[in-house]
T-cell receptor
Framework: GQQVMQIPQYQHVQEGEDFTTYCNSS?????IQWYKQRPGGHPVFLIQ?????EVKKQKRLTFQFGEAKKNSSLHITATQTTDVGTYFC???????????FGKGTKLSVIP | DGGITQSPKYLFRKEGQNVTLSCEQN?????MYWYRQDPGQGLRLIYY???????QKGDIAEGYSVSREKKESFPLTVTSAQKNPTAFYLC?????????????FGEGSRLTVL
């Protein structure tokens, strides 16, 4: 079945440093979604990318969808303590109604 | 306020007992889902439902059962057949199936089997 791999599993950064998490799928994705889960909380939708090579920005967050639609990345510029949490990517397989989540990247920000 | 309500937030159960987790949404969404989350793991799909009176197994349906008698309700029963039920359970909904749009999650139910 489809697998969605995310790296790194953990990332500790000093406040103000940049952060990137990478997502790779074993199959081509029709779209990819990103979610953030704060400690003790529930996942919250951040964004969906649909087009090959698409880049979207939300303030300090930049999301990319690969040309082959099998990988994606989330980059945070100048991290802040409010960025702490686990970031998940998720994607459906082609023709599949299910959404497969990666295991997430847990971000810690040292003030 | 529109949203998804899960209850209870915390639940303790003895081995061999069935337990039902409630999930109610007032977003008028067609699709609803149950995910299981274990420490350091992603979310794994247990069951999903596209419409009332219809539901499909996800990747880890064994030991679980669901019903969808009303559009706004999608309860999950964790049966005694589930070998390792201690986990964080998340209910979600979407206007249509997840492969085309975002999921809205409830706050989760944390089940501990003693």
């Amino acid at each position: 079945g489809q697998q969605v791999m995310q790296i790194p599993q953990y990332q500790h950064v000093q406040e103000g440093e940049d952060f990137t998490t990478y997502c790779n799928s074993s199959t081509t994705l029709s779209n990819i979604q990103w979610y953030k889960q704060r400690p003790g909380g529930h996942p919250v939708f951040l964004i969906q990318l649909v087009k090959s090579g698409e880049v979207k920005k939300q303030k300090r967050l930049t999301f990319q969808f690969g040309e082959a639609k099998k990988n994606s990345s989330l980059h945070i510029t100048a991290t802040q303590t409010t960025d702490v949490g686990t970031y998940f990517c998720a994607g459906p397989g082609a023709g599949s109604y299910q959404l497969t989540f990666g295991k997430g990247t847990k971000l810690s920000v040292i003030p | 306020d529109g949203g998804i309500t899960q209850s209870p937030k915390y639940l303790f159960r003895k081995e061999g007992q069935n337990v039902t987790l409630s999930c109610e949404q007032n977003l008028n969404h067609d699709a609803m889902y149950w995910y299981r989350q274990d420490p350091g793991q992603g979310l794994r799909l247990i069951y999903y439902s596209q419409i009332v009176n219809d539901f499909q197994k996800g990747d880890i349906a064994e030991g679980y059962s669901v019903s969808r008698e009303k559009k706004e309700s999608f309860p999950l029963t964790v049966t005694s057949a589930q070998k390792n039920p201690t986990a964080f359970y998340l209910c979600a909904s979407s206007p249509r199936l997840a492969n085309t749009g975002e999921l809205f999650f409830g706050e989760g139910s944390r089940l501990t089997v003693l």
